[in-house]
């Protein structure tokens, strides 16, 4: 008799915050069930388990509440097996900054690659433009500080910074290849770019990143959903 798996995760393919949670779990080699949401007729599920935003991912794990927001699930990751690929540094100052550097880049800079994607609105694709590229030159900032001369925010791994970056490499490219915006480029995020071409030449990275037939499907959905919230 097949047991049953004891985690289960409800999210959308798509998602960079669901690809967040995949990375996760695939590095710890946790066993999951996964549920495909549709957010454009969001199940009972969803409704029940995340009824203040309605958003994936949800981690359900055994008996306990189901869980959401993508870096709170992470973490809860990290903790429940410590011992495989650990994320999180062992010092308690660089955590601390780990975390402060997720939440910067989940409050500014997804909300502008988000808009990016999806406004008609020329001009202001021309503004989120610039933010974008001036955010770049922070993150680079950020990544020389951080890694320590090694070729991830974790150093000689991929770590917890890095699964929260580098979950947009695949909504990056579509950047580059609808847009023409190159977010990380050689002359002026060149750490950046070696950064990338490292986490590309992992396996993990390789098989959880969504195609990107599937990101533009999910462009398209954006796009929906903010149609319809405007009218």
């Not at 189901?66 to 062992?90: F, K």
């Not at 070729?151 to 579509?174: E, N, R, S, T």
Request: hydrophobic residues 40%.
């Amino acid at each position: 008799m097949t047991q049953k798996c004891e985690m289960k995760l409800l999210g959308s393919t798509g998602s960079v915050f669901v690809t967040r949670v995949k990375f996760v779990l695939k590095l710890k080699s946790i066993d999951y069930e996964y549920i495909e949401e549709d957010l454009c007729n969001k199940s009972e599920l969803l409704l029940k388990s995340n009824p203040t935003f309605q958003q994936v991912p949800v981690l359900f794990h055994a008996t306990e509440q189901p869980m959401i927001e993508s870096l709170a699930i992470i973490e809860y990751l990290d903790e429940i097996q410590p011992n495989v690929h650990p994320l999180l540094p062992s010092n308690p100052s660089e955590r601390v900054q780990c975390r402060i550097l997720a939440y910067t880049f989940d409050t500014l800079f997804y909300r502008w690659i988000k808009e990016f994607v999806v406004t008609q609105d020329k001009e202001r694709r021309e503004e989120l433009k610039k933010l974008i590229i001036r955010g770049s030159v922070m993150l680079e900032e950020a990544f020389v500080k951080l890694s320590k001369g090694k070729p991830f925010f974790g150093g000689d791994d991929i770590g917890y910074l890095d699964i929260v970056v580098g979950a947009f490499l695949g909504w990056l490219k579509l950047c580059e290849r609808i847009f023409g915006l190159y977010v990380i480029e050689e002359e002026r995020t060149p750490r950046l770019t070696q950064w990338g071409k490292s986490m590309w030449s992992r396996e993990v990275t390789r098989s959880i990143i969504p195609s990107h037939e599937i990101h533009m499907e999910f462009r398209n959905m954006l796009k929906k959903l903010a149609c319809a919230s405007s009218t």
